[in-house]
């Protein structure tokens, strides 16, 4: 079987989580204020701090879910990184010295800086909030798809278990012990990769089958099918008649199906059976009944490399590339079939491909709308990239780690930090990515297991390491996401917006208390929405605080007409905008609401393209209209 309960594994991670819990606990005492809880006091160090960028940054959607698609589709995967590592310039450039001097523990303390407007504070705070929910539901469904195949427990117990743990970190010290831990895991993160990709060098490549893989027979005759003892190929009728795949019954009375060759030659392939009941099947049986034969078998492996050589031994970083541009490599392709009785059986075939195809953009699905003759097809792809490079520096937990250190300067510098951490770990994917897609290991129905299993691919203790560290990075995120929300409600609404008076114990006290509610509502997301599609509601966290947030940060720092009613109205019209395109696109009719996706109101799916430029329009607007009413003095509330 490919995914095994791993004791090794589920130790490691008990030894990361208790480790990361007894920091929270000891560091605790040093929360007592608010500037403590909402900012670590100012005293983070500006290394620890841009580590901590990376630890915060880094989701378990960065670093398995562009492993997997790296795996999968080769460089399409890596535009991702591009989108995401591209979005710290503008970090670095526009947010991060004004940030530091405008605010002092949220989002809101900087918009609102000059104005002491209680519009601009209930406004970002909601968005604050808004973007941090969307963004903590992937999170939780991404820790419970996790559990099962990393541990062996089920979807709801690694909701549980996060949310939990993150929980007390957040609860017990704040952003005191969240920094350590972002930092803790953006190291362990950083060096783990780079350890592996260091194997994979040594390793090479082979063509040889990697042990407990198999290579898909190919080229097999359909006489040698039809002639051998009690087998027999089933008529192509229903669901199969136009179908480039044939079903054959052995001796045994087992249903494989193998796909339609050139001539008259046919390949084996995988096959995964959902029943009416809900039960599967795995190759014609039941999960997990028979050595490899009731589990989807592992795959991934290059069929041919330069110079018609069996294995190429050690390879240098460039020369790895250089090796997978000249090589042919088997991918996997998929396709449903829907039989009359309502049972799906969905279909995973081999398809050999050249390492110059699959290391140039447009392989994939997302990126192959690069490609299309379709203008709308090529807005989607644009609008995605806009909103990965616009929604990096308007995210809520990302923006508020700019008050954990002293000044401006270090300020920037922990920025430098970060981008160059991140920067290394995004090159360390493709490494890892292409080396899983190689590496005998891969599970054609989950790309999120590409890292993990291509670590087990080396030994059962790098995979068990590797697992916590999985673990550990939406231990990172989610922590940084409901400090966030905490303060979002802590500070800006009940303090700010509500004028609640509140001393600092108190203070911190409601931050607590908001902090428990946020993770308890996280658990509870995490668990309601299993079956959501995560990429989409990742895009939708971007797209909202891209929208939401950029204009009305990016104005408010170099156009002096700017004004609490141009900033309230672009906030609110950027992030309404953005979730109804949302809501109305065709990826939303497909994953949502089950619907036909060509019945789609909006033309395509990324709103980036259109709604951030209706936020700074928006903004200049009122701005301009209500100018002369606006008097900029701090200190004096307004509406």
Not at 180 to 192: A, D, H, N, R
Request: charged share 15%; proline share 4%.
């Amino acid at each position: 079987m490919i995914h095994e309960t791993s004791i090794t594994a589920v130790l490691v991670f008990l030894f990361f989580a208790g480790t990361v819990l007894a920091i929270s606990f000891y560091l605790g005492a040093k929360a007592k204020s608010a500037k403590g809880y909402f900012a670590a006091g100012g005293h983070i160090p500006w290394f620890v701090n841009g580590i901590a960028f990376a630890g915060d940054y880094l989701s378990a959607a960065s670093f398995l879910g562009i492993c997997g698609m790296i795996a999968f589709f080769g460089y399409d995967g890596f535009l991702y990184s591009i989108g995401y590592l591209a979005g710290w310039i503008v970090a670095l450039f526009i947010v991060a010295e004004p940030l530091k001097r405008l605010g002092r523990y949220t989002f809101a303390d900087a918009l609102d800086n000059r104005f002491n407007s209680r519009g601009i504070k209930l406004a970002a705070a909601i968005s604050t909030l808004v973007v941090s929910c969307f963004y903590l539901i992937p999170q939780m469904v991404g820790a419970g798809a996790l559990i099962q195949p990393l541990l062996g427990f089920p979807h709801y117990v690694g909701v549980l278990v996060v949310g939990t743990v993150v929980t007390l970190i957040v609860v017990t010290a704040g952003m005191v012990s969240t920094t350590w831990v972002q930092f803790i895991k953006g190291s362990l993160l950083v060096c783990l990769c780079l350890f592996i990709t260091v194997l994979l060098l040594m390793r090479g490549f082979s063509t040889a089958d990697k042990e407990g893989s198999r290579q898909m027979r190919a080229g097999v005759p359909v006489a040698e099918v039809t002639g051998a003892p009690g087998v027999q190929v089933l008529p192509a009728e229903g669901a199969w008649a136009d179908k480039p795949f044939v079903r054959v019954r052995d001796d045994k009375g087992i249903v494989k199906v193998w796909k339609k060759e050139a001539g008259d030659t046919l390949s084996e392939t995988q096959t995964l059976t959902v029943l009416k009941d809900g039960s599967k099947l795995a190759n014609g049986l039941p999960r997990g009944k028979g050595e490899g034969q009731g589990d989807l078998v592992p795959v991934g492996y290059a069929s041919k490399l330069p110079g018609g050589v069996k294995e190429t031994g050690p390879v240098g970083p460039f020369e790895f590339f250089t090796t997978m541009q000249d090589s042919e490599v088997i991918l996997w392709g998929n396709q449903k079939i829907v039989d009359a009785e309502g049972t799906t059986t969905t279909v995973y075939f081999q398809k050999p491909t050249e390492g110059k195809a699959f290391m140039a953009p447009g392989s994939s699905p997302t990126f192959s709308k690069v490609k299309s003759e379709k203008f709308s097809d090529k807005l989607d792809f644009l609008s995605l990239m806009l909103a990965l490079f616009c929604g990096t520096a308007s995210l809520p937990h990302i923006l508020i780690r700019y008050y954990t250190v002293k000044d401006q300067v270090s300020a920037r510098k922990s920025t430098v930090v970060g981008i160059a951490a991140i920067g290394v770990f995004y090159i360390l994917t493709l490494y890892l990515g292409l080396g899983a897609m190689t590496s005998g290991t891969l599970d054609v129905t989950d790309s999120n297991m590409s890292a993990p299993l291509l670590a087990k691919s080396f030994n059962s203790f790098l995979f068990a390491v590797l697992s916590a560290v999985a673990f550990t990075t939406v231990l990172g995120t989610v922590s940084g996401l409901i400090m966030a929300a905490s303060g979002a409600v802590a500070h800006d609404l009940m303090t700010n917006f509500l004028k609640i008076p509140m001393d600092d114990v108190k203070k911190v006290r409601s931050a607590k208390i908001a902090a428990a509610c946020v993770g308890c509502l996280a658990m509870v997301l995490g668990i309601l929405f299993a079956k959501m599609n995560v990429n989409f509601l990742v895009g939708w966290a971007f797209n909202i605080a891209a929208s939401a947030n950029l204009p009305a940060l990016a104005m408010l720092l170099f156009w002096r007409g700017t004004t609490k009613q141009g900033i309230t109205a672009a906030i609110t019209v950027g992030m309404l905008s953005s979730l109804g395109w949302i809501l109305l696109s065709a990826q939303a009719y497909k994953d949502v609401y089950g619907i036909d996706p060509t019945t789609a109101i909006v033309p395509f799916s990324q709103p980036a393209i259109v709604t951030i430029p209706l936020g700074f329009a928006v903004l200049v607007i009122v701005s301009l209209l209500t100018k002369k009413s606006t008097p900029a003095v701090a200190g004096t509330a307004s509406a």
